[in-house]
């Protein structure tokens, strides 16, 4: 169960960064007018935090590469997409599709699969 509070960690710090970019970015866009522009856009508190956030969540991303079986931990950052969502959903006031739901449904019900599958297998061999 330590992948799964891991790639969970993995996935929120993400988040996190996402959150702070969206933000940042809905209350002033992107300005490619100028080199000064786009150069103040990255020294803004969400985007320096956001992209802390970010990388926060790689490093975590690449000890759990090196550490366990890349056909369990790529799927399980599925978690990243559904936390996505929540946050587009809840503070962004986006609406989700019919079609978007079914595809979280089947995310959802793809991450308990892989994660039963995986104690088993664990299970099995120990």
């Not at 710090?13 to 969206?22: A, D, M, P």
């Not at 019919?98 to 979280?104: K, R, S, V």
Request: with cysteine; proline share 2%; glycine share 8%.
């Amino acid at each position: 169960m330590k992948i799964v509070y891991l790639v969970l960690v993995s996935s929120l710090l993400s988040t996190v960064g996402n959150l702070l970019w969206k933000w940042q970015f809905s209350k002033h866009p992107l300005d490619l007018s100028s080199i000064a522009s786009i150069a103040g856009t990255f020294m803004s508190w969400k985007v320096l935090l956001g992209g802390l956030g970010y990388f926060c969540s790689m490093v975590l991303f690449f000890y759990l590469l090196s550490n366990y079986k890349m056909s369990v931990i790529i799927p399980l950052q599925s978690i990243t997409y559904l936390l996505n969502l929540a946050v587009a959903v809840a503070l962004f006031k986006e609406k989700m599709s019919l079609g978007q739901a079914f595809g979280t449904a089947i995310i959802m019900i793809g991450i308990v699969v892989l994660l039963r599958a995986n104690d088993t297998a664990a299970a099995a061999a120990g």
